[in-house]
Nanobody
Framework: QVQLVESGGGLVQAGKSLRLSCAGSGRTFGVYAMAWFRQGPGKEREFVAYINWSGVSTAYADSVKGRFTISRDNAENTLYLQMNSLKPEDTAVYLC?????????????????WGQGTQVTVSS
């Protein structure tokens, strides 16, 4: 049974930074693509960032490009999201997800395991 646990969220002022972490169980973490999604209040879940199995290929939503950086440490079974220059519209529950293989897309149906999420709140 795969488990993903996010941490690092909190309440910050606009312009500040946070780093989110996602700890995964099992020894097969490093063979799967991973991604971050977010769901704001009253909004649909949306794609944020993607990283392939080795960490050499990444992709970002236009809304976060240039501000957020996704990375991973396969030896430690951990996924990261560095969030800089935060804006009030970044306020959401952030969830990490595991792809069904080493390559995945930007839609929720391409991911088979999800964490419970960590809350990020950005004040103006």
């Amino acid at each position: 049974q795969v488990q993903l646990v996010e941490s690092g969220g909190g309440l910050v002022q606009a312009g500040k930074s946070l780093r989110l972490s996602c700890a995964g169980s099992g020894r097969t973490f490093g063979v799967y693509a991973m991604a971050w999604f977010r769901q704001g209040p009253g909004k649909e879940r949306e794609f944020v960032a993607y990283i392939n199995w080795s960490g050499v290929s990444t992709a970002y939503a236009d809304s976060v490009k240039g501000r957020f950086t996704i990375s991973r440490d396969n030896a430690e079974n951990t996924l990261y999201l560095q969030m800089n220059s935060l804006k009030p519209e970044d306020t959401a529950v952030y969830l990490c997800a595991r792809g069904r293989g080493s390559i995945a897309a930007k839609t929720t149906t391409d991911y088979d395991y999800w964490g419970q999420g960590t809350q990020v709140t950005v004040s103006s």
